[in-house]
Structures are given as structure tokens and as C-alpha cells.
């Protein structure tokens, strides 16, 4: 069986203010581009076989010469992005089929999500082989507040009971896949569908959930740029002095 990460970075960044010129995936971080971190942790890790990305039309060819340039050695194929998010995970998952098994497992992750740790991917990995899919997510710290006209809170749930979605979501590849063409047949433009749980969700398919760690943030505004540079500052700061847990022996990880 093959694991998957298929790593998505269609967007131009526009909601990323100041920097409208590079999408954020590009930008640098420690003099390392967003989408090397992400896809460094990927590489690194023991249990993922293959990377295939999806990438801006206009920067495929860049995208290419950063993979070389920084020998990222599993990426097994560069795809272009669709108009959504959820176009560009399609493209890529057809692309996948072509050369893995339908049982291959694939996680779907954000190019822009370079903070995920190791073990998050191992749990997710752990949890599709035995219930099918994983969503990785986190307890949510603020109240929630569900509003149909942005203006009056119609429901406020426990927060003991809410959670926040986050990266990767893992699944089946052949499964996905159909899931994908199941939903364009009925929703062609994905409207309303922000990430692949809510796709599956649409489609009434059960999910789970792994814990995730809360450092794994996604980069959408410039406040979250300078977020991310302090926690890779204080990931690497960790690596370059072995700093452990006391009485466990493990590694400090990452927030």
C-alpha cells in the first residue's frame, strides 16, 4: 500500500495584503520558500512514499526548479491547479490514479500549512487505515457562534463540543476520487465546499477525527506570516539545541 501527500498551492494569495505581487506559498521564511518547508516535512517523513503537488498554471515551471533545487526526492509529479482548491485536489488525484493503486492512501494538505509535525501525519496515516479517512483538527478555545445573517448569533454550541478542521485529511485514493466526481456532477464549482471533510460531510459519508497540534496554522493573512516565522524559528531552534521533555526523553513539540 502507498501513501500520498498531495499538496495543494493553486492560489495567488490575494488575501495576503502587501504581497499580492508573490503567492504566499513563495514567499520565504529563514530564506526558504513556504511551500519547501511543507513539503521538506513530507519528504522527511519514513511512512510517505510519493508527493504530488498542484501549483499555479503560472508558476509549474517554477515550482519545478524549487523541488530540484531543494531535492525534494519523493515528488512524484507536478500538476496544474484549477480555479478552486477543490479543483486543483482533483486535478492532482487523477493524476495519482494514473500510476497508485485505489487503495494508495493520500493526504490532502495545504501548501501553505508548513508547521505540521510528524507525528500528526503518523496518526493521520494510522487512523484512514482503520476507519476508512482522518480529519485532522483541534478543540476550539474560542466561542463559536453560528449566524445565517452575520449580524445575530442563532446558535451558540458547547465549545466542549467544537472542533476546528485543519490539514491533512485523509483518505482512500480511488474513494476520494469518486467522491470528487460525485460532487462536480451535482455542485460543478464546489460552492460551499472549503475543504474536503465538508465534501465528504455534503455527500452524508462518515469521518474521524485525529488530534492535531495547534502550531499547524494556515497562512491566509499577513499577521499569520509573522505567526509562522516565530514558530519555525522555535522548531528549529529546538532541533539545533536537542531540547527534550523532562522524565520522557522526547523531543518538545512543537506547538
Partial sequence: MTNIAIIFAGGVGQRLNGTDSIPKQFLKINDKPIIIHTLEIFEKHPQIDKIYIAIHPDYLENMKTLVKHYYITKVAGIVKGGITGQDSIYNALKFARTENSADSIVLIHDGVRPNITPDVITKNIKCAKENGNAITCTSCQETILVSGNHTNPEHVPYRKDT????????????????????????NPNYENIVDTCT???????????????????????????????????FNEDLEAYGLVKEKTGEKIAAV
Avoid: S, W
Fill in 163 to 186: 472542533f476546528a478542521a485543519q490539514a491533512p485529511q485523509t483518505f482512500y485514493l480511488q474513494e476520494l476520487l469518486n467522491a470528487h466526481e460525485t460532487m462536480r456532477e451535482i
Fill in 199 to 233: 465534501l465528504y460531510k455534503t455527500l452524508n459519508k462518515p469521518t474521524y477525527m485525529v488530534e492535531g497540534n495547534r502550531g499547524n496554522i494556515k497562512i491566509t493573512t499577513i499577521e499569520d506570516l509573522y505567526i509562522l516565522r516565530a514558530l519555525i524559528r
